[in-house]
């Protein structure tokens, strides 16, 4: 099959949280409950049918610790889409979903797609600190898709990469629509701005989206 569409997703939120156990569920259909803090990032990449059509999904595991900050930032640039990810037993992970969307709107593409997970959904009321009905608030405030998931489990594990997968997909269509627009106004610019002396290369930039390419 040719993969002729890479979709680049991050994964984002505390550490502990479960994002690396959320790569290796959907990727590996493995869970693991040894905790190992991720260093740095690390990355996986699975093929999906996507409604009949083969993507590449290439998914980078961010490591949440404050230390690797720095360095995961550097990646938000080239992330069509990021999985957004706090623990449902943990109200600081979900209060610091304010700081990781801020983050995001800083350093990230400002049309990225965004999908919420509350991991961990499997626990006991008593386990529990977030109601799902907080995670569905904010998920609407920033208007993100929204899933309790459970790696433990595998709950809505597949349900969240595939709705991030579709949401890039009608992201790259639209950006298509508008980018044929865009090049046809620009091409009548260039023949005013030719004549104006400036030359072809005053159109470079607009084709200059080559982010998505590996
Ligand atoms: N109960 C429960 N525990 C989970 C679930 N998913 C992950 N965990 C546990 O949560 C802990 C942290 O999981 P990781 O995936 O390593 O967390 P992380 O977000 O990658 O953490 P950093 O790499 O430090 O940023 C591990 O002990 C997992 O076993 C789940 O669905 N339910
Ligand atoms: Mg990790």
């Known amino acids: 099959m040719d993969f002729s569409a890479t979709y680049k997703v991050l994964v984002l939120g505390d550490s502990n949280v479960g994002k690396t156990c959320i790569v290796h569920r959907y990727c590996d259909e493995r869970y693991y409950d040894t905790y190992i803090s991720t260093i740095g ?13 083969p993507v590449k999904l290439q998914i980078w595991d961010t490591a949440g610790q404050e230390r690797f900050r720095t360095l995961t930032t550097a990646y938000y640039r080239g992330a069509m889409g990021i999985l957004l990810m706090y623990d449902v037993t943990s109200l600081d992970s979900f209060n610091n979903l304010s700081y990781w969307l801020r983050n995001i709107q800083e350093n990230a593409a400002p049309d990225v797609v965004k999908v919420l997970a509350g991991n961990k959904c499997e626990c006991t009321a008593a386990q529990r600190a977030v109601d799902k009905e907080r995670g569905d608030k904010i998920a609407e405030n920033f208007d993100m898709p929204f899933f309790e998931v459970s790696c433990k489990q595998n709950i809505n594990i597949e349900e969240c990469f595939l709705t991030l997968a579709r949401k890039i ?3 790259r269509e639209h950006r298509g629509e ?14 005013r701005s030719t004549s104006n002396g400036l030359g072809p290369f005053t159109l470079g930039n607009s084709s200059s989206e080559g982010r998505c390419s590996c």
């Open 41 to 53: 990032i690390d990355f996986k990449q699975k093929l999906i049918n996507l409604d009949g059509v």
């Open 169 to 171: 997909r009608e992201q």
């Open 178 to 191: 508008n980018f044929d627009e865009e090049e046809q106004a620009k091409s009548g610019n260039m023949k």
